[in-house]
């Protein structure tokens, strides 16, 4: 999945990316066509016209901001480098779907480094902590030994989740009715949760509360409680990190980077501070987009990485159908975040927690501690996610020679900080400015239970909200997960790659899920569908399209 956080309270990337001959600024006046038009370059987007370019197709990739990499793009200050959307990938080592991905694409030298595999999340209670590790069987036992009256559970809880793996593994490769039979045999009890919740599954399997919190740690990382929870989408995540966890070498702007020089080498037109305004339609089918600007660009095909009811409200032109029109309206968004970045010098002492991920939560009752946290009051909100990033890349020249960083993670509503979701991200006034130092204040002080004398040490702080993200992805309510993950919102019931109009696809969080993986493998399967596609394809000099009637 890829944990997710915040984007970058500063417009300047950590390494900044030059304007080329391909990779302008704004757009200019539209006087070729393109086979693809992709809206946004977060992973899915730099995924989806990455497939396309190396299939030989002219891609022309829009970027709202002033950065490509949407959630990959990082951001400095004072030499401090943070990575606001990226703290740990799964499925990054050797055969892993990740890494094959990256492999298909060109991308061989992306690298990553390993978290600590006797414990990459660290889950802590008042009353009870534990690692998580690499190996399905290595956690179970871990689990058991704390837990000895509960083995029988453990034991069929963790056979669910080799099951739910096999199954998510093998469900797009099925070709022929044996495969079909092997994979219904084995998927039983993985459709028996499938639309259930994570607490009804963990209340089936477990009577000790301490041991199904553990078992719901990293629920964060998808932004909802066990009560409301996907159990299918938390199940999947656990096996997702099960064969390792990993953080990019040199920080999430080693993958951006790679996207857009592989994209620039295959000759594609990356395009900054290009905002859609509209998708365009000509008989039921997405013929281009209109920038704010006023200029127009066709293509054969358009893929958005923006969030799904962005999308479909830029659609002009055509009838999307009362059905899902009221899908679309009913959305329920996910949560937002703060985020507090810190530099902080090198006398702090950070070697016991190293390259783990720290999940601190204020009771065992997950339910109770995400109300407090969606009450929209950070002071009740005693749950947050703490990292070191430079201790899981100390040769990343993530921050000055001497020199470490440190980032906490709190979930939070959008809705409080709507009112500066317009403002210039540097300029929202004394109120909001206030209040980021209050959070920040808060938070560092909590994080001392697990960095003692933190404050101290501090010498750069910087504070991002939901405004925030906002500003930066144009995340509906901020949110950072795209649809929330409940059961209603999850796959089948989640958006599918082609969109209800010819022509369009959505890859992103709103497709498969939230999180790095999933939104790449989005990418990589809008690019394939409209590679599928065969369309007739206009002379590359047609004439730029008139704006659509709404």
Not at 90 to 96: I, M, N, R, Y
Not at 345 to 372: C, K, P
């Given at each position: 999945?890829?944990?997710?956080?915040?984007?970058?309270?500063?417009?300047?990337?950590?390494?900044?990316?030059?304007?080329?001959?391909?990779?302008?600024?704004?757009?200019?006046?539209?006087?070729?066509?393109?086979?693809?038009?992709?809206?946004?370059?977060?992973?899915?987007?730099?995924?989806?016209?990455?497939?396309?370019?190396?299939?030989?197709?002219?891609?022309?990739?829009?970027?709202?901001?002033?950065?490509?990499?949407?959630?990959?793009?990082?951001?400095?200050?004072?030499?401090?480098?943070?990575?606001?959307?990226?703290?740990?990938?799964?499925?990054?080592?050797?055969?892993?779907?990740?890494?094959?991905?990256?492999?298909?694409?060109?991308?061989?030298?992306?690298?990553?480094?390993?978290?600590?595999?006797?414990?990459?999340?660290?889950?802590?209670?008042?009353?009870?902590?534990?690692?998580?590790?690499?190996?399905?069987?290595?956690?179970?036992?871990?689990?058991?030994?704390?837990?000895?009256?509960?083995?029988?559970?453990?034991?069929?809880?963790?056979?669910?989740?080799?099951?739910?793996?096999?199954?998510?593994?093998?469900?797009?490769?099925?070709?022929?009715?044996?495969?079909?039979?092997?994979?219904?045999?084995?998927?039983?009890?993985?459709?028996?949760?499938?639309?259930?919740?994570?607490?009804?599954?963990?209340?089936?399997?477990?009577?000790?509360?301490?041991?199904?919190?553990?078992?719901?740690?990293?629920?964060?990382?998808?932004?909802l409680p066990p009560a409301r929870m996907s159990a299918l989408m938390h199940l999947g995540l656990?096996?997702?990190?099960?064969?390792?966890?990993?953080?990019?070498?040199?920080?999430?702007?080693?993958?951006?980077?790679?996207?857009?020089?592989?994209?620039?080498?295959?000759?594609?037109?990356?395009?900054?501070?290009?905002?859609?305004?509209?998708?365009?339609?000509?008989?039921?089918?997405?013929?281009?987009?209109?920038?704010?600007?006023?200029?127009?660009?066709?293509?054969?095909?358009?893929?958005?990485?923006?969030?799904?009811?962005?999308?479909?409200?830029?659609?002009?032109?055509?009838?999307?159908?009362?059905?899902?029109?009221?899908?679309?309206?009913?959305?329920?968004?996910?949560?937002?975040?703060?985020?507090?970045?810190?530099?902080?010098?090198?006398?702090?002492?950070?070697?016991?927690?190293?390259?783990?991920?720290?999940?601190?939560?204020?009771?065992?009752?997950?339910?109770?501690?995400?109300?407090?946290?969606?009450?929209?009051?950070?002071?009740?909100?005693?749950?947050?996610?703490?990292?070191?990033?430079?201790?899981?890349?100390?040769?990343?020249?993530?921050?000055?020679?001497?020199?470490?960083?440190?980032?906490?993670?709190?979930?939070?509503?959008?809705?409080?900080?709507?009112?500066?979701?317009?403002?210039?991200?540097?300029?929202?006034?004394?109120?909001?400015?206030?209040?980021?130092?209050?959070?920040?204040?808060?938070?560092?002080?909590?994080?001392?239970?697990?960095?003692?004398?933190?404050?101290?040490?501090?010498?750069?702080?910087?504070?991002?909200?939901?405004?925030?993200?906002?500003?930066?992805?144009?995340?509906?309510?901020?949110?950072?997960?795209?649809?929330?993950?409940?059961?209603?919102?999850?796959?089948?019931?989640?958006?599918?790659?082609?969109?209800?109009?010819?022509?369009?696809?959505?890859?992103?969080?709103?497709?498969?899920?939230?999180?790095?993986?999933?939104?790449?493998?989005?990418?990589?399967?809008?690019?394939?569908?409209?590679?599928?596609?065969?369309?007739?394809?206009?002379?590359?000099?047609?004439?730029?399209?008139?704006?659509?009637?709404?």
């Amino acid at each position: 999945f890829g944990k997710g956080a915040s984007i970058s309270p500063a417009s300047a990337g950590a390494r900044r990316l030059e304007a080329s001959p391909r990779a302008r600024d704004g757009a200019a006046m539209s006087t070729e066509r393109h086979e693809v038009i992709v809206i946004g370059s977060g992973i899915g987007g730099l995924v989806a016209a990455l497939t396309c370019a190396r299939a030989g197709r002219s891609v022309l990739l829009l970027e709202a901001g002033k950065q490509f990499g949407g959630y990959t793009n990082p951001f400095s200050r004072r030499h401090f480098h943070f990575d606001p959307g990226i703290h740990y990938v799964g499925q990054a080592g050797p055969g892993g779907s990740f890494r094959h991905l990256l492999d298909r694409l060109g991308l061989p030298h992306v690298g990553f480094k390993e978290l600590d595999p006797d414990g990459f999340d660290h889950y802590v209670f008042p009353d009870y902590d534990v690692k998580n590790c690499v190996g399905l069987d290595r956690f179970r036992d871990r689990l058991a030994a704390d837990f000895p009256s509960e083995r029988k559970g453990l034991d069929r809880f963790f056979q669910l989740l080799r099951d739910t793996d096999y199954a998510l593994s093998k469900a797009r490769r099925v070709k022929g009715l044996k495969d079909a039979a092997q994979l219904l045999g084995r998927s039983t009890g993985v459709l028996r949760w499938s639309r259930a919740t994570l607490k009804a599954c963990l209340d089936h399997h477990f009577d000790d509360v301490r041991l199904k919190a553990a078992l719901a740690g990293p629920c964060g990382d998808l932004g909802l409680p066990p009560a409301r929870m996907s159990a299918l989408m938390h199940l999947g995540l656990l096996t997702h990190y099960a064969t390792g966890a990993y953080f990019p070498a040199g920080g999430s702007g080693g993958i951006r980077d790679a996207f857009v020089e592989a994209l620039e080498a295959e000759g594609t037109t990356l395009r900054r501070n290009a905002r859609v305004e509209a998708i365009l339609t000509e008989g039921g089918r997405a013929t281009g987009v209109r920038l704010a600007d006023g200029s127009t660009h066709a293509a054969d095909a358009v893929i958005s990485n923006v969030q799904a009811t962005t999308t479909f409200d830029m659609v002009e032109g055509a009838e999307l159908g009362r059905r899902f029109t009221k899908k679309v309206e009913k959305v329920e968004q996910s949560l937002g975040s703060f985020v507090v970045f810190l530099g902080v010098d090198g006398d702090l002492e950070t070697s016991h927690i190293g390259s783990t991920n720290v999940w601190n939560y204020s009771s065992t009752d997950i339910d109770q501690v995400f109300a407090d946290a969606a009450s929209g009051d950070f002071r009740k909100n005693g749950a947050f996610f703490l990292t070191v990033p430079t201790r899981k890349d100390p040769d990343g020249e993530l921050a000055p020679p001497g020199m470490q960083t440190v980032e906490i993670v709190a979930l939070t509503p959008g809705q409080p900080w709507e009112k500066w979701f317009a403002g210039n991200t540097m300029r929202r006034g004394e109120e909001y400015a206030a209040l980021k130092d209050e959070i920040g204040d808060f938070y560092v002080e909590q994080a001392e239970k697990h960095l003692p004398g933190l404050r101290e040490h501090v010498v750069l702080r910087e504070v991002a909200t939901p405004a925030t993200n906002h500003s930066y992805t144009l995340a509906p309510e901020g949110n950072i997960y795209g649809p929330a993950h409940t059961p209603a919102q999850t796959i089948p019931f989640r958006f599918k790659t082609k969109a209800p109009v010819e022509g369009l696809y959505l890859c992103g969080a709103s497709v498969i899920g939230a999180g790095i993986v999933p939104c790449a493998s989005s990418g990589r399967a809008a690019g394939k569908a409209v590679l599928a596609e065969r369309t007739p394809r206009p002379s590359i000099q047609a004439a730029p399209l008139e704006p659509a009637t709404r």
